[in-house]
């Protein structure tokens, strides 16, 4: 099952996101802070589809674990959360790759929308490579098979000029 990462150094916050995500029926892992965040997207890798990711915490701040982030994967949306009315940080991570922003505190409805928004592009983001995976197979096949053609038609040009 995919899993939404949630990474906020307050309390509250994160037990308030991860229950109405869980209502939802959404499964979750939560972090305190960006390192420790990063830790758990490693060990997860693969699994984990949409992060939750508060802008100001004290040590790694949200802009720094956003970067880390998009390091290690690029196609994970990041939907950033903040109570800092700064539109500056807001604008900030979005440029820096963020998929959505959510100010605190936060509305369970935008909530889950933005969380349905993040889930359906990251599926399509892995369907849309595989996709192009499977075409990649498809042009080695189909350049073997012209190889093999071309290998054929000289065999029957061979045996043509020697019933000559």
């Known amino acids: 099952m995919q899993k939404i990462l949630i990474i906020d150094d307050e309390l509250f916050s994160r037990e308030f996101v991860s229950d109405n995500l869980k209502i939802a029926g959404y499964s979750s892992i939560s972090a305190s802070g960006g390192k420790e965040g990063l830790n758990i997207l490693k ?20 802009l ?71 075409l990649k197979n498809l042009e080695v096949g189909a350049q073997g098979l012209v190889e093999l053609a071309k290998g054929s038609i000289r065999i029957e040009a061979v045996m043509e000029n020697n019933k000559l």
Do not use: C, W
Request: charged share 30%.
């Open 43 to 62: 060990k997860e890798t693969g699994s984990i589809s949409v992060i939750l990711l508060d802008i100001v915490m004290p040590g790694m701040d949200g």
């Open 64 to 134: 720094e674990t956003l970067e880390k982030i998009k390091e290690i994967d690029p196609k994970i949306p990041v939907i950033m959360m903040t109570a800092d009315a700064d539109e500056e940080l807001v604008l900030r991570a979005l440029k820096n790759g963020a998929f959505d922003y959510l100010a605190k505190p936060l509305y369970i409805d935008e909530l889950l929308l933005s969380t349905k928004r993040a889930f359906d592009h990251y599926r399509l983001v892995m369907q849309n490579e595989e996709k192009i995976k499977q």
